[in-house]
């Protein structure tokens, strides 16, 4: 009988130390997770040829805790939709895993940003559009000749010149940027 309390006791000690030791690692992995979910990319936005002065690209987020509202043009613009045509057709490719498809939007790119009507656009308005014309076109340039992989770097920041030009001029379109942390 007295072997019996004894084994009793000592089976609902080790259920009870397992039981606080699994909770206590459930919140560790739970705040774990709750990290990585709040995590944001910080590219140095600065190396790709923008001139930042102006204040319309704080992409200082590695430094700061701050939260930021981006304020995007509500303006309708038609103008940019051949260029935003062509980057979704990137994307697409991308996505299929079509390297081709994804170099034949990179070609759309260039054309699309080569039909653009910039005599509408003057002072400051030009001067920033053109810096994100040169950076775009560079990307859309290696995104023609690269493989695959290469294509997926040259996009992530294609995408950064595509969300300026979009704040800078608009569109018509209504769009909506997904985060994927698993990029």
Known sequence: MKFFKTTITVATVFVF?????????????????MNHETEMKSDNHNEMGHDNSDGHHDN????????????????????????IDAYFQIKNGLVADDKDAAAKGGKALLAAFSGFDMSKLTGDTHKEYMEIYEDAKEQAEHIVKSPIDHQREHFETLTTDI???ITLLGTEKKMYQAFCPMA
């Open 60 to 83: 200082d987020m590695a430094t700061t805790s701050e939260k930021r509202d981006i304020q995007a043009s509500t303006q309708k613009n038609a103008a940019t939709t051949p260029i």
């Open 163 to 165: 969300n300026d030009l």
């Open 17 to 33: 130390a397992l039981f606080i030791t699994s909770c206590k690692n459930e919140k560790k992995t739970a705040n774990e997770e």
